[in-house]
């Protein structure tokens, strides 16, 4: 456990930097966006492709947008920016008493954690969403896990589409290299979504299905 000013001044110094951060980086974009780069891509605002704004189920418009590719959109206008996005997110936990100490986590490693008032550097994600090369996008979370400090790769679907007329019927075929099942649902409500969709637990299968479905095979 942190037990001295000195280290506890420290940590609290470093999460201050890391909100001044990103305060700053806010203060610099124009709008907020649920992902800034397939906004900047796309030039529209997130509720066009999400029907609550934030996501994560898709609008018609969105799920075009995902069956396609990811590559709709001009990004190679002036001022073009890599479709990268980052979030950064820090907590402070105060409680009335203090807990009780617990000097291991699971896997018997110290913990680093105080009884009380822990300021704790969450999770910092980078996103790379957004057009890779003609005809080929990407959507990929790279998260890094600050209480577990632990690095791995979240929900990625990478996607290669293209258009065809087949009997006058507009036809979209492709591939989709994707690290967990489900994550390549058009509609984004199955359970690589997360909230609010979830799988139910005696689903196609039984539990023990529904459980590897719900995530049990996700990541690298």
Request: net charge neutral; aromatic share 12%; proline share 6%.
């Amino acid at each position: 456990m942190f037990t001295n000013t000195s280290t506890r001044s420290r940590v609290a110094l470093f999460m201050v930097r890391i909100s001044l951060l990103v305060l700053g980086l806010m203060a610099m974009s124009p709008s907020v966006q649920a992902m800034p780069s397939f906004s900047r891509q796309t030039g529209s605002a997130c509720i066009a492709c999400h029907t609550t704004a934030f996501g994560p189920n898709l609008t018609p418009y969105g799920r075009d947008f995902k069956l396609n590719g990811y590559v709709w959109g001009n990004d190679q206008k002036e001022g073009y920016v890599p479709p990268i996005s980052a979030i950064v997110m820090g907590s402070f936990t105060n409680t009335r008493k203090d807990i009780q100490p617990n000097p291991a986590s699971q896997d018997g490693t110290p913990n680093h954690f105080n009884t009380n008032n822990n300021f704790t550097f969450d999770q910092a994600s980078l996103f790379y969403a957004g057009r890779i090369w003609d005809k080929v996008g990407a959507f990929s979370q790279l998260p890094y896990n600050g209480v577990a400090d632990s690095l791995a790769m979240d929900n990625t679907d990478v996607r290669f589409a293209n258009r065809v007329d087949v009997f006058g019927q507009d036809v979209v075929y492709g591939i989709s290299a994707n690290n967990k099942p489900t994550v390549q649902d058009l509609w984004n409500t199955t359970s690589a979504w997360g909230f609010p969709y979830n799988v139910a637990p005696f689903g196609l299968g039984g539990p023990s299905a529904s459980a590897m479905l719900a995530g049990g095979l996700g990541g690298v």
